[in-house]
């Protein structure tokens, strides 16, 4: 169960694929969904002996649909057919911790919760599942990949398997590869607008915003300004520390120790006050983008007068 579907999706596939043998699936493996069918039809399922195997396998998927008879399941939770493997695949919510069937399922069963990794957790699992096939990838690819494809795990796995169906065992997944591939451009994207808006490199910084203003479906002003927040907020943080080794940077900031090189230079460019301001900016642009105070302004309009007011 949990807001994170890939793990659910993992653990249900390996069971479907490998507890029985291709032979006995035919009589003794049933995959039910929640949609489809009631707790009964479950318990029912749930109740029969295998044919010619030592256990049967039900599989409910897409569970989260018999939110309201859940409950129910309390009574088969509390005395489980021994040779049946029953897995129920409850995605993008939680039983509630306090009623007896979660209490009962962890007395006779397993729980697992699948939560949503935080943004800046997501760099480490693309890199940790990559290494675990034999690929490595560069950290501005993997930022890329974040920004762009947000903090779902199954969406990120998707693409991560085109790559690797192209790209040989060993090869080291860069920036150019996700744009060739994936169709996020390596030089006009979030990343490369915080970079240079950082460095204050004023005719680069524009000439992402134009971009993005020719293509708002791919680059929309919410995350846009969301990122920049985090950016400035995060420099602000930066500008408190008494210590800005790159590992201690890197700790604070939460951020992959590659890019403390940008905070040092955008600190530079940024002092404390300036930071503040800007992050006023930001949530006044925010605020614009929801219609609050620019009726007439389209995005890339607010997008290009956010960009000078902050840059000069």
Known sequence: MGEESYYIDKISDFIEK??????????????????????????????????????????????????????NLVGYAENPQPSTVL?????????????????????????LESKKLYENQVGDWIRRVLSGKGYTIEPKATLMLVEFLGTSLSKINNELEKLLLILPKGSL????????????????????LRKAVG??????????????????????????????NSFFTQLLIYHSLKNKSKSNVAKALRVNPYFVGDYDVAARNYPMRKVSQTI?????????????????????????????????
């Open 87 to 111: 897995v129920i695949c409850y995605k993008y919510k939680t039983l509630d911790k306090r009623k007896k069937l979660s209490k009962t399922i962890e007395k006779h069963g397993v729980i």
């Open 173 to 192: 997944i860069s920036a150019a590869h996700i744009e060739e591939n994936i169709g996020i451009s390596k030089d006009f994207n979030n990343f490369e």
């Open 280 to 312: 006023s900016l930001l949530r006044e642009a925010d605020l614009k983008s929801k219609g609050v105070g620019a009726t007439n302004m389209n995005q890339g309009d607010i997008l290009k007068e956010l960009l000078f007011r902050m840059m000069h």
């Open 199 to 228: 460095a204050k490199q004023i005719v680069k910084a524009n000439q992402i915003v134009n971009y993005f203003a020719q293509n708002p479906r791919s680059n929309p002003l919410v995350m846009t300004i969301s990122l920049l």
């Open 18 to 71: 490998t507890v029985l043998s291709e032979e006995e699936k035919g009589f003794n493996q049933m995959v039910l969904y929640g949609r489809d069918v009631t707790i009964e039809d479950i318990v029912s399922n749930a109740k029969r002996f295998p044919m010619m195997a030592e256990r049967q396998v039900v599989i409910v998927k897409e569970a989260q649909d018999l939110s309201r008879t859940i409950e």
